[in-house]
Antibody, heavy 121, light 107 residues
Framework: EVQLVESGGDLVQPGGSLRLSCAASGFTFSDYYMDWVRQAPGKGLEWVGRTRDKGHSYTTEYAASVKGRFTVSRDDSKNSLYLQMNSLKTEDTAVYYC????????????WGQGTLVTVSS | DIQMTQSPSSLSASVGDRVTITCRASQVISNYLAWFQQKPGKAPKSLIYDASNLQSGVPSKFSGSGSGTDFTLTISSLQPEDFATYYCQQYDSYPLTFGGGTKVEIK
């Protein structure tokens, strides 16, 4: 069974930092691109960023709203995905989902259950 | 960035109804379009990719069509478990972008 389990969500002050993790199981993690997608309370889905697989040099892509503040990374030896979030703003408050896309394809196949990040003073 | 516009934003339907949701892209995206279903408090679920291909395990009452800029998701006979919010997403180019969602409610 495919599982993506996010962790690390918390309450953080504006300007602060937070690191999210996503633990994967049930599929060959190293064969997949991995994404972060977020959803602000009561709002729609917003793609945050992607890391490709080793075959594509682990290159990354970001939404303009987080570029320069957020970093997506992965550790294939631990089947884990990470999102380092710096200079957090109140508008970054959201549930953050990790998602998996088979390398070479571009559509999301699997989703995690999400972790809540609240940015507030 | 490619803008994705879904219509309607919400609809009311009865069990057994045929439901169609439309998604329009602001530029040509070939068939690089996916549909997702999200129930309240739950993670999204992948339904369709490449505009018309069902994800494994998704029932055949769901179907997708379209190419270029105009796409549709059809549910052939609405069942109680289908009441949810549906999102389209383009993956033709970065940044990946989602439609605003269509909430399907019980009439």
């Amino acid at each position: 069974e495919v599982q993506l389990v996010e962790s690390g969500g918390d309450l953080v002050q504006p300007g602060g930092s937070l690191r999210l993790s996503c633990a994967a199981s049930g599929f060959t993690f190293s064969d997949y691109y991995m994404d972060w997608v977020r959803q602000a309370p009561g709002k729609g889905l917003e793609w945050v960023g992607r890391t490709r697989d080793k075959g594509h040099s682990y290159t990354t892509e970001y939404a303009a709203s987080v570029k320069g503040r957020f970093t997506v990374s992965r550790d294939d030896s631990k089947n884990s995905l990470y999102l380092q979030m710096n200079s957090l703003k109140t508008e970054d408050t959201a549930v953050y989902y990790c998602a998996a896309t088979l390398a070479g394809q571009h559509h999301i196949d699997y989703w995690g259950q999400g972790t809540l990040v609240t940015v507030s003073s | 960035d490619i803008q994705m516009t879904q219509s309607p934003s919400s609809l009311s339907a009865s069990v057994g109804d045929r439901v169609t949701i439309t998604c329009r892209a602001s530029q040509v995206i070939s068939n690089y379009l996916a549909w997702f279903q999200q129930k309240p408090g739950k993670a999204p679920k992948s339904l369709i990719y490449d505009a018309s291909n069902l994800q494994s395990g998704v029932p055949s009452k769901f179907s997708g069509s379209g190419s270029g800029t105009d796409f549709t998701l059809t549910i052939s006979s609405l069942q109680p478990e289908d009441f949810a919010t549906y999102y389209c997403q383009q993956y033709d180019s970065y940044p990946l972008t989602f439609g605003g969602g269509t909430k399907v409610e019980i009439k």
